[in-house]
């Protein structure tokens, strides 16, 4: 009897550990996206301040290359931002249960009629 507690209480210590390291985990995940988003914004702002105030760059340069790192870098920070906080959004929680009991279903209906 004393054997199986102690089992019982490293499970539990066991599970502790493991829901600790996956918060963990999450935290620096969202962490690193801001540091991205923050990151982004900084530079982006910069070059739009620099392309604003020098007036001996050639406007042809600065708006092309201005526009395409906003576009470029702003769809790798889209990207973080849909690693990060897009499956709870893109497949909710359950959706693979529904999905399969579909599936089930269609198998059984099929199975049915033939």
Not at 23 to 52: G, S
Not at 69 to 77: E, L, S
Request: net charge positive; with cysteine; charged share 25%.
């Amino acid at each position: 009897m004393k054997n199986v507690l102690n089992m019982n209480s490293m499970e539990t210590e066991l599970k502790k550990k493991a829901h600790f390291l996956m918060a963990k985990k999450r935290m620096e995940q969202i962490r690193d996206f801001y540091m991205h988003l923050v990151i982004y914004c900084t530079v982006n702002i910069l070059f739009f301040v620099f392309w604003l105030l020098d007036p001996g760059m050639p406007k042809t340069f600065w708006k092309p290359a201005f526009i395409m790192m906003v576009v470029v870098a702003g769809f790798a920070v889209l990207a973080h931002g849909l690693l990060v906080f897009g499956p709870k959004y893109l497949m909710p929680k359950g959706w693979e249960e529904r999905e399969m009991k579909k599936l089930m279903n269609k198998e059984q209906q099929k199975t049915k009629y033939e």
